[in-house]
T-cell receptor, first 114, second 115 residues
Framework: AQSVTQPDIHITVSEGASLELRCNYS??????LFWYVQSPGQGLQLLLK??????LVQGIKGFEAEFKRSQSSFNLRKPSVHWSDAAEYFC????????????FGTGTRLQVML | NAGVTQTPKFRILKIGQSMTLQCTQD?????MYWYRQDPGMGLKLIYY???????DKGEVPNGYNVSRSTTEDFPLRLELAAPSQTSVYFC??????????????FGSGTRLTVV
């Protein structure tokens, strides 16, 4: 069965600092990988996704993520964090079967200090 | 372009009551999903549907039922509400292709409290 681990429950960074959120997955084949962001009281918004090809993927809001098969990781990065990036971030892995379903991690809450 | 619309946004139920959470999408997506979100637990899949007339259980289906009579609508029914069903419920949809390439579009959620 597929699974996702986000080891950091809560992260605090200063505005302008760089950010890396960790995500490790378990899946038997090449996975579909996603990062979503959830602002308070809102639904989840897709930041970026990886299916195949270039292992460094660019997303919205200046985020990027790198797929590392050898480490089963898909870490999210941003060079310079803005106060508006404060939110909860979810990593997800998708199956490649006929009824593709996403399995989500438990999320990482990002706090940004001004 | 409404996307995925969920109603109601908030609801308080008494133990044993029943209700239906509504979900409608206008993107002609074939796949639809219901998740529940509990603090520190991420999102857990309740039920999903791959098209009108086809539904299947997810990870946590007990206490819930669904139907999919049209492509657009995917209501979630709670029978005999219990405190354990206090949660935030999210509906999502996606368009599946033969080569993958999908991503979910989420609704804004329904916050349900069972007292």
């Amino acid at each position: 069965a597929q699974s996702v681990t986000q080891p950091d429950i809560h992260i605090t960074v200063s505005e302008g600092a760089s950010l890396e959120l960790r995500c490790n997955y378990s899946y038997g084949a090449t996975p579909y990988l996603f990062w979503y962001v959830q602002s308070p009281g809102q639904g989840l918004q897709l930041l970026l996704k990886y299916f195949s090809g270039d292992t460094l993927v660019q997303g919205i809001k200046g985020f990027e993520a790198e797929f590392k098969r050898s480490q089963s990781s898909f870490n999210l990065r941003k060079p310079s964090v803005h106060w508006s990036d404060a939110a909860e971030y979810f990593c997800a892995v998708g199956s490649t079967g006929t009824a593709s379903k996403l399995t989500f991690g438990t999320g990482t809450r990002l706090q940004v200090m001004l | 372009n409404a996307g995925v619309t969920q109603t109601p946004k908030f609801r308080i139920l008494k133990i044993g009551q029943s209700m239906t959470l509504q979900c409608t999408q206008d993107m002609n997506h074939n796949y639809m999903y219901w998740y529940r979100q509990d603090p520190g637990m991420g999102l857990k899949l309740i039920y999903y549907s791959v098209g009108a007339g086809i539904t299947d259980k997810g990870e946590v289906p007990n206490g819930y039922n669904v139907s999919r009579s049209t492509t657009e609508d995917f209501p979630l029914r709670l029978e005999l509400a219990a405190p354990s069903q206090t949660s935030v419920y999210f509906c999502a949809s996606s368009h599946q292709t033969g080569t993958g390439g999908y991503g979910y579009t989420f609704g804004s959620g329904t916050r349900l409290t069972v007292v």
